[in-house]
């Protein structure tokens, strides 16, 4: 009788240690993915066309590529921001639109570069406003205080012609932005760009 309770206990022993240990799912199991909401989201295959007769993949491999199509530049505003650069680095203050991510940059100088970056201000800013030809430019504000500045060798390059960029942080917090912006030779041409004025057009928007 005490065997046969010996080996009961040891059965009931052996199954709870048994039952957390099942109940445990292994580590290399798939784990779904779930919305906030805590519904799961059930696992979706992609198929891609591979070119050969109505064959198709998953998408991603050499034989069928994912082709991404990317969203047009929308603008944030009618005009762009007119920016004059010269070969002295200028910071110049703008307002970026609430909600935009990404800006398109224009160079028109056929004779030089454009660098720019968003830079921190050094002390308190002041401003103040920008004339060109005897007009003043809008929503485009020279800063006069110290800032963070640009060089050659920092910020990024815009060649000729537009080119569209994502928008990084503003180091100046909030939505008006100091852009310092600078001409640079172009590689393999002259480097003398004494007196050149470059009116460098920056629109914030959204896409590509």
Not at 62 to 89: Q, W
Not at 145 to 170: K, Q
């Amino acid at each position: 009788m005490r065997g046969s309770s010996l080996r009961s206990g040891l059965l009931a022993l052996a199954l709870a240690l048994a039952i957390p240990a099942a109940a445990q799912a292994p580590t290399n199991a798939y784990q779904p993915f779930q919305q906030p909401t805590g519904a799961q989201v059930p696992p979706v295959v992609i198929l891609c066309a591979t070119g050969t007769n109505r064959d198709a993949l998953p998408c991603g491999s050499l034989a069928a590529p994912l082709n991404v199509m990317s969203a047009p530049f929308v603008r944030a505003s009618r005009s762009p921001f007119i920016l004059p650069a010269t070969t002295t680095p200028q910071q110049y203050m703008v307002t970026q639109p609430t909600g935009s991510t990404t800006y398109r940059g224009y160079n028109p100088c056929a004779n030089a570069d454009v660098r720019v970056m968003s830079v921190a201000p050094l002390e308190p800013i002041v401003t103040q406003p920008v004339t060109v030809n005897g007009k003043t430019l809008p929503g485009v504000l020279l800063v006069t205080s110290r800032t963070e500045v640009i060089d050659e060798f920092s910020g990024t390059r815009l060649g000729r012609g537009p080119e569209t960029l994502g928008s990084a942080a503003n180091p100046n917090g909030g939505q008006d932005r100091i852009i310092s912006i600078m001409l640079v030779p172009i590689p393999g041409y002259p480097a003398d760009l004494t007196g050149v004025t470059c009116l460098y057009e920056h629109m914030y928007g959204r896409g590509s």
